[in-house]
């Protein structure tokens, strides 16, 4: 059955926070020292030596952490606003807001870095690191509330997703795979065929044919140009990790396909688990995987406010 609208909305919510728990157990590791496909579940098997091994199964990372803040910010804010994002940013690494058991873990160096410079005075526009060696996917694996909460144009979009970026990872390079991420979930929660292949489209003809974007774009991000490892904390790895992870049939295989790719295996997982769970709708998601799912505490109100769901 086709997911209506309300469904992939949910779907892509619970989605990204399931596939970041599932993939936390599994951090780290090389692909062949991971457990077999059938074997990736919240609880990692018995005798497997967890990246995390004082996480309870079930809990979610810094990723679903972060799409939270952004969410609830978008949600008190309308739109993007850094400074109101930045503090529940900051309130989330020093205090916990939005963590499991309000307890974070797994903070990435740069975010770290960029989150210190913004708590210390600098402003959120100038607080990201913005070196070519800076191109994490930090900002990447929180974006998607944008998408799930929007209502306008592509262009706007674009620009929301890379400003949402510049507080923590300023290149160029991580705003593009932000932007082209939201636009190729946004078609997906559309329903329409060829979301990808549209997305990249889209994003030429708003870069246009001369910008810096544009270029860094063609060089650095389309995959055709620039193959890249996947599984890695790298941006434009994650972005084509999750794009691969999705040719998968269901949300079951796509997140555990971006899981065996090891390495950065809760971002993986949270990226492709996001367009799994608009594609497939809340649906989708094996329910042993919901029920597993802790923090309910948080991601339940946030649910009922937004889209009534009991």
Not at 77 to 92: E, N, P, S, Y
Not at 188 to 209: C, H, M, N, Q, T
Request: aromatic content about 8%; hydrophobic content about 40%; glycine content about 10%.
């Amino acid at each position: 059955m086709i997911p209506n609208r309300k469904e992939r909305l949910e779907g892509g919510l619970l989605g990204l926070l399931v596939g970041d728990a599932l993939g936390v157990p599994y951090e780290f590791k090389q692909p062949s020292e991971l457990p077999s496909w059938e074997n990736i579940e919240m609880a990692a098997p018995k005798g497997f030596f967890c990246a995390h091994a004082n996480v309870p199964p079930g809990t979610w990372s810094d990723d679903g952490s972060q799409a939270l803040c952004l969410f609830a910010s978008l949600r008190e804010c309308g739109g993007v606003d850094l400074d109101d994002l930045g503090q529940r940013l900051v309130a989330w690494m020093h205090g916990g807001y939005m963590a499991v058991d309000s307890r974070p873990f797994d903070v990435g160096l740069q975010t770290c870095q960029a989150l210190t410079n913004y708590k210390a005075g600098v402003p959120p526009e100038e607080s990201g690191m913005r070196m070519e060696r800076s191109n994490g996917n930090g900002s990447l694996m929180r974006v998607l509330p944008l998408v799930l909460l929007w209502d306008g144009d592509d262009r706007g979009l674009v620009a929301a997703a890379h400003k949402q970026s510049l507080i923590t990872h300023a290149h160029p390079r991580s705003q593009i795979c932000c932007a082209l991420y939201c636009l190729w979930a946004k078609r997906e929660l559309e329903g329409r065929d060829g979301a990808w292949d549209d997305a990249v489209a889209s994003l030429r003809d708003i870069y246009g044919p001369d910008s810096n974007f544009r270029r860094e774009l063609e060089q650095h991000v389309c995959p055709e140009k620039c193959p890249v490892d996947y599984g890695q904390g790298y941006v434009v790895s994650c972005l084509h990790t999750a794009r691969m992870a999705c040719l998968e049939r269901d949300y079951e295989s796509i997140v555990r396909r971006a899981i065996m790719y090891g390495n950065d295996t809760d971002t993986s997982a949270c990226v492709a688990g996001g367009i799994a769970g608009i594609r497939h709708g809340v649906q989708g998601i094996p329910e042993r995987w919901w029920k597993a799912l802790r923090g309910k505490e948080i991601i339940v109100p946030v649910l009922q406010r937004w889209l009534g769901v009991r």
